[in-house]
């Protein structure tokens, strides 16, 4: 809700060309605080928490496994958060160096140590998955595939995070300058920034991918009433894109790079594999749904519907990552533009956040003994579906207009001030549609 009135309030300002109510420190700051509080305090611990919920029940386990763990991450999340809001810090959710050191007033440390507090909670999130997967008591071949999700999500967390925490520690000690490792003035290195941060920060972007997915595999078979199409594909893309998740991050850094030789090859190479992964899920899902009718009980279900919602939305998102991955093309079109924003809010809104309340409307009656009231529900879904569509869009479209991320002002061109309005309407229809369902829960 408050990452969701951070990007409202900001929209606001960008329906119109020239300054309406605020101007670029206050907007830097806003989107600096939606990008934080959706990345690490929504989209990637509400997938987490229907998983959570699952796992005993998948697993078999008696219990939550290393629940204190899960307790003292959400908390240590809940610290961070506060140290955000007390911060306000206006250095962007990338935080790149030298800029996030020169930027944030005297309280900007309070975003180093709340940097640090995310790596910490998402680490000990880390190790408790693997805990409860490593109970699991028959042989691997039986596990099932939400045990898989969680084994590859408990391995990317505890294998990137604590780069996440060093850049976050290494920032602090930057700005009291007892350290010069990123600060270029004192003789640090961007390079070296860019190498640290985008270690965690590319496999952080299947963070909240690979539970969604497994909620997919969960309850996509509950609803048709059927086994899923191929198990063993779903495990080999899990697999694969554990391993390659962590050989693509360098197609960040195509901006700031004027001669390509063998490294970026690579890069461009391996983020064009991580396709087959992603393709070989989202093949399984539409060949299970193709194999046999869908019951009506499951075309009447709200769940099911957020879920048919996130499988058409990750491959809107998706179809136009190859391009991403591209060194060929103007990089500054990729990747300084909405171009990017409209695949990521594709993957995150469309594809994780509609799986999460999939999950979430599934289980509510488990978890509170009552049932929701489907009408409202019913408007919630068709509210996002025609909020996330035109949203994701019209990014791409602005994104192809050469429209630059980062501007609370722009010149008052047809392509841009149109796009930009009813962006805006869509932002207001997204969270009009979540207000309904806080309202339903």
């Known amino acids: 809700a408050l990452g969701g009135i951070f990007a409202l309030t900001f929209r606001t300002e960008l329906a119109y060309p020239d300054i309406q109510f605020f101007g670029a420190r206050t907007y830097m700051g806003l989107m600096t605080l939606h990008g934080m509080f959706m990345v690490f305090g929504f989209v990637i611990p509400i997938v987490l928490s229907v998983c959570y919920y699952l796992m005993p029940k998948v697993l078999k386990t008696d219990g939550l496994l290393w629940a204190g763990w899960l307790q003292a991450s959400f908390w240590t999340l809940i610290a961070a958060v506060a140290l955000l809001i007390i911060g306000r810090p206006d250095f962007t959710w990338t935080f790149y160096a030298p800029m996030s050191l020169r930027v944030g007033g005297n309280l900007v440390w309070c975003g180093y140590v709340a940097i640090v507090l995310v790596a910490v909670s998402e680490f000990l999130a880390g190790a408790a998955l693997l805990r409860n997967v490593f109970a699991w008591q028959d042989s691997w071949k039986s596990l099932p595939l939400l045990g898989w ?51 965690y920060g590319h496999p952080a972007v299947y963070l909240p991918l690979v539970p969604a997915i497994g909620i997919l595999y969960t ?66 899902w539409i060949a299970s749904l193709w194999q046999g009718p869908i019951p009506v009980s499951a075309r009447k279900g709200i769940p099911f519907k957020f879920l048919i919602g996130a499988i058409a939305m990750v491959i809107v998102g998706g179809v136009t990552g190859y391009l991403n991955a591209q060194i060929s093309v103007n990089s500054d079109f990729i990747h300084n533009t909405y171009w990017i924003p409209a695949h990521f809010h594709a993957m995150f809104l469309g594809f994780c956040a509609q799986a999460a309340i999939a999950g979430i409307y599934f289980l509510y009656p488990y978890f509170t003994g009552r049932m929701y ?64 369902f806080v309202l339903n829960v």
């Not at 529900?377 to 068709?382: D, G, I, L």
């Open 373 to 436: 009231h489907s009408g409202l529900a019913e408007a919630h879904f068709w509210m996002w579906q025609l909020g996330i569509f035109s949203k994701v869009m019209l990014m791409y479209a602005l994104g192809m207009a050469n429209f630059p991320r980062w501007v609370v002002d722009y010149l008052p061109l047809p392509e841009w001030v149109t796009a930009q309005f009813w962006l805006t309407i869509a932002g207001y229809l997204i969270g009009l549609g979540f207000a309904l």
């Open 219 to 284: 309850l996509l078979p509950r609803f048709l009433g059927r086994p899923m199409w191929s198990r063993q594909s779903g495990i080999i893309a899990f697999v694969l894109l554990f391993v390659l998740s962590f050989v693509v991050f360098h197609h960040h850094f195509q901006p700031g790079v004027t001669r390509h030789g063998w490294v970026q090859r690579f890069f461009q190479i391996m983020t064009l594999l991580i396709f087959i992964p992603s393709t070989l899920h989202v093949f399984n």
């Open 149 to 199: 999700a969680m084994l590859t999500e408990g391995g990317l967390l505890i294998l990137s995070t604590p780069a996440l925490a060093l850049v976050g520690a290494l920032l602090l000690t930057d700005w009291l300058q007892l350290t010069a490792i990123f600060d270029t003035a004192r003789g640090g290195s961007t390079t070296t920034f860019l190498w640290m941060f985008w270690f």
